[in-house]
């Protein structure tokens, strides 16, 4: 049996910050795992420096899910962001090593593919609506068969998902958080002319996404969802804050536009009442934020009993390992919806040098044995930790809000 010899933490910024954990073996096997978490990147290179590595040493790689339990069970504290996205690290690269030592890709452990590609959404985001939708046109025209519209709101300085770079958003943009200012009137007023003109422009055959992003009542998410259903949207997408599940009952009873919530969630008890009531259509955790490849299969299993599909968060956030793992758990499980995609910097792709592939609207993890990603050291050392932060929202009286 392969044992635990040796595991580190890598942190590196080429463009932005990524913690990767890298375990190694006695039968000279290593894996790899993403341990990133937006704004809070060193707070998980600690606990898994200080609490986790120290425990790895002399274990038997192939035991994942064990050590899975040992890591949630054994550290008496359950949950958070932080423990989550160290257990995920350390579950992802055990599946890596594991495919490794197998000689096959992570995705036929799991019980090989259950369709030809992934289907993927790219980002269209503009100033204005025009701007969105032309953006939105150029996804089409590569080939991509759902794309996510964000436009800036007319009064607003600016607003979650308009970038200065339409291809590569990345929101953690400063050394200490910026201030947004936020209008949930003049939002509503925006957004279903942003879809009238997108399907003017680009016809039925492509699916069109939106984010809200926390920011609605369940009342208000109703009414824009009721708004939409005209234009037929694929989803809405974190339409109000999940802490209390319950308020998806409410946006349930007003509009039949399917509701997607969960990038934020690390566990399968933050979805339990929304899949088990069927109050929303798509999940959206992801294997770094949710305990890795072994607990979002558990998530996605219980989903599949209920008609509730994925759609895991894919944002550059997320290191090219997670992307590969999100792509092999979803090419294997039954019931996949869509997946996230924002392209990597070419710096970050040089670091993380990888199998996947983009084509058609389609991604597919690659044949490589385990996860198909590996990490130049050498290179990501030249790319020191850069401190920065998500912004934050204030309404127009300054009250704080949801971001």
């Not at 953006?135 to 600016?158: C, N, T, W």
């Not at 609605?216 to 824009?224: K, Q, W």
């Not at 069927?278 to 890795?292: C, E, P, W």
């Amino acid at each position: 049996m392969p044992r635990i010899i040796g595991s580190r933490v890598i942190v590196t910024c080429p463009g932005r910050n990524f913690v990767t954990l890298k375990i190694e073996t006695d039968e000279g096997v290593y894996g790899l795992g993403d341990a990133t978490l937006n704004g809070r990147e060193l707070a998980v290179a600690s606990y898994l420096a200080e609490h986790v590595v120290p425990c790895l040493i002399g274990r038997d790689a192939h035991r994942i899910e064990d050590v899975w339990q040992f890591l949630y069970r054994g550290a008496y504290w359950r949950r958070g962001p932080v423990t989550m996205a160290a257990i995920a690290a350390v579950d992802t690269a055990l599946w890596d090593i594991k495919g490794k030592l197998a000689g096959l890709p992570v995705y036929q452990l799991l019980g090989g593919a259950s369709r030809d590609g992934v289907m993927v959404y790219g980002h269209a985001n503009g100033r204005d609506i025009a701007d969105t939708v032309a953006a939105a046109q150029h996804y089409k025209e590569l080939g991509y068969k759902a794309i996510r519209l964000q436009s800036g709101v007319p009064g607003l300085a600016s607003t979650y998902g308009v970038s200065k770079d339409r291809y590569f958003y990345e929101p953690a943009d400063a050394d200490l958080p910026t201030e947004n200012v936020w209008s949930t009137e003049k939002y509503m007023r925006s957004v279903p002319p942003l879809f009238e003109a997108a399907r003017e422009a680009l016809g039925w055959d492509v699916h069109l996404l939106h984010d809200i992003h926390h920011r609605l009542t369940p009342i208000e998410a109703g009414r824009l969802g009721k708004d939409l259903e005209v234009y037929r949207p694929f989803w809405l997408e974190d339409a109000t804050p999940a802490e209390n599940q319950a308020n998806f009952r409410l946006i349930r009873q007003h509009t039949t536009t399917p509701l997607a919530v969960g990038e934020i969630f690390n566990s399968i008890w933050d979805a339990k009442q929304l899949i088990e009531e069927q109050l929303i259509d798509y999940v959206r955790a992801t294997v770094v934020h949710a305990g890795g490849i072994s607990h979002l299969k558990k998530l996605a299993s219980f989903a599949e009993l209920h008609n509730v599909r994925t759609g895991c968060h894919g944002a550059t956030d997320l290191s090219p390992v997670c992307m590969a793992a999100a792509l092999h758990f979803d090419l294997a499980i039954p019931n996949f919806g869509v997946q996230e995609y924002m392209r990597h910097t070419e710096e970050t792709d040089a670091v993380f040098p990888h199998a996947y592939r983009f084509e058609d609207g389609m991604m597919h993890p690659g044949d490589a044995p385990g996860l198909g990603v590996d990490i130049n050291e050498k290179l990501a050392a030249k790319y020191e930790y850069k401190r920065a932060f998500l912004p934050v929202n204030r309404l127009e009286d300054g009250t704080m809000f949801n971001w």
